[in-house]
């Protein structure tokens, strides 16, 4: 189209919309809808158009996507914004390109697959028909990419996967996402906008595009024989030339079976890669590692990009991060990490959950008033030593009256009615201090009286609360920024000051506990944890579309039936004992389990675990475990 042809073309269309503004005035509706209908005719590509959305989007699968387009639309009198008579447009083109990068970024890229855009030109133009199909093609794959770049593919973490990924993704609306896409002179970059903005997120990604690129190369390179000798440096074999054509090594002689020095510079380099011995000596492990490739670091990053999607977007100037995998907890100031800890989170059966809250205040000496699951354990460890509670150091009471233990019916009373605590003091579970940030998942961070266990690199002993090694320091940090420098003297108040002491905050300051099986270092490396709640690999399989395959576990936020635990009693010298998996596994049922346990344990009881994987649970597959009452509410619940 010439300038003069695009001109007069523009103030045709120009004079036909004013006219139809003006006849509005005069005419009746019936009459205007007839006249925009006639002017639609007049304009084949935006009728077209205007069909194409009105009958695909009857049978839009999303409501608001649907709804979204009509009105878009609707607004423009369905003139087409990414295409025209002679293809897409060059914003178009840049969008195009953007899609097709989708697996760069761990999107599912067949969910933008385009075919209407790439419909070859007749005679260097399209009908009107093929304009309208590319040009909805397009926009509804913005959509979609916008959707994912968002989260959109887990949208309730807590129904879909699990219940203690107590996060949701932040969607945007879809007529915001096409506006904001109309509205830019670089619409590709709007379109990558729609990801995190964290920096973590945006340092996983560049190490996903390099894994990708290197699967590539890797899956085209040979592989090394799994089964062979040592090769030292120095050394003539026919598996050096392998070797020398999976790290993409040339000779630097006339014979590639030797094993040179380039070639053992590549090794060690690759060694260190995988976490080996650096020697340059290749034995049955870097064979081994040379051929895994790199497929499942691929998916734990994609999976760990995919739980920053759920994160709050601005996660605070001034916060803290609790990473569970790592077992890290971290005070963020300004970007910088001032205050780093060791940290012990839940166990297997009673899992720290994974949220976002912001830390209220801060408790020196406190007291500690036990939940209801933990009420049960207590009451049946005591029934079973034939002691009582207060024995152990807590205090029940009834409203504000103390009660003694052996004077309730524990079989008939509601346990909801009483509070179970524990006063301050060096034996107090929760140590000297605890932070607070309300919840309902009823998780706080605390300090603990047994620091032994924080040498432990598995710190998985907990309740479901985040134990922190030296919080003393931590809460002084934290009440200097909220309150002033030294306003409050921590260590002080923990030696001389009141019992339950509840500082709040004056500016709260955001918590977030995290998820990450995966972490990037300052200097760019990957430090890659592991998945002690499976969470990785729930993610991982949903975004492979494997919903059948996820274990959701139960509900731990169900409400306790209160009928079970009233029946819930154990003889004192009695002992009811779990299995574990592999233990059960060779007993065909429970009972013939307690036949071969009985004899040498003097077990009256067996709880069978088929649901659950030993590792997570237990030390060794061949240990028994008492079972708590805990364990007896989460066996009755199916958790």
Known sequence: MSKREFTSASLSVFQTVFWIAVCGIFLSAPALADLTARTLEARPLEYSLQDKISSLSESFNRPDERDALNTFYANRQYRPLWVDDFGPTRAALRLIGELERAEDWGLDVQSFKLEAVYVPLHRGRWTAAQAAAAEHEISTAILRYARQARGGRITEPARMLSSYLDRRPSMLEPALILAMIAASSEPDGVLRSFHPPHEQFHKLQAIYRTLRAQQKSADAAERVPEKGPLLMPGQKHADVVALRNRLAVPASGAD???YD???????????????????????????????????????????????????????????????????????????AVTFEE???VGKGTTQTPVFSRKLTSVVLKPLWQLPESIKVEKLIDAQRRGSSIEDEGY????????????????????LTAYTFFQPSGEGNALGR???????KHSVYVHDTPNRSLFDASERLYSHGCVRLRNPLNFAQRLLNIAQGANAIDVKGSVEDGPENNQVALENPIPIHLGYFTVWVDENGAAEYHGDPYGHEERVALALENKWAEIDKGGDHLASVDKQKLKTVSLEPTGKTVALSNRVARSEATPVQAKRRLAPAMGVTGVVYFPKFKPARIYASAQRVHRVTAGDLMRQAFGR
Do not use: Y
């Not at 590692?289 to 994160?311: F, P, T």
């Not at 201090?433 to 919840?439: A, E, I, M, S």
């Open 261 to 335: 020095d380039a070639l053992v510079a590549a090794v060690e380099k690759f060694q260190v890669s995988e976490s080996l011995k650096s020697d340059g000596i290749v034995g049955l492990k870097t064979r081994k590692a040379l051929n895994a490739g790199v497929g499942d670091k691929i998916k734990s990053i994609r999976a760990n990009m995919e739980q920053w999607r759920w994160m709050p977007e601005d996660l605070g100037a001034t916060h803290v991060f609790v990473n569970l995998p790592a077992f890290t907890a971290k005070l963020v100031q300004d970007g």
């Open 395 to 414: 205090v029940i009471k009834k409203g504000e009256k103390i009660v003694e233990s052996r004077s309730v019916d524990w079989s008939k009373a509601e």
């Open 342 to 344: 060791r940290v012990i």
């Open 256 to 258: 590639p079976g030797l």
């Open 433 to 439: 201090v605890k932070f607070l940030f309300p919840n």
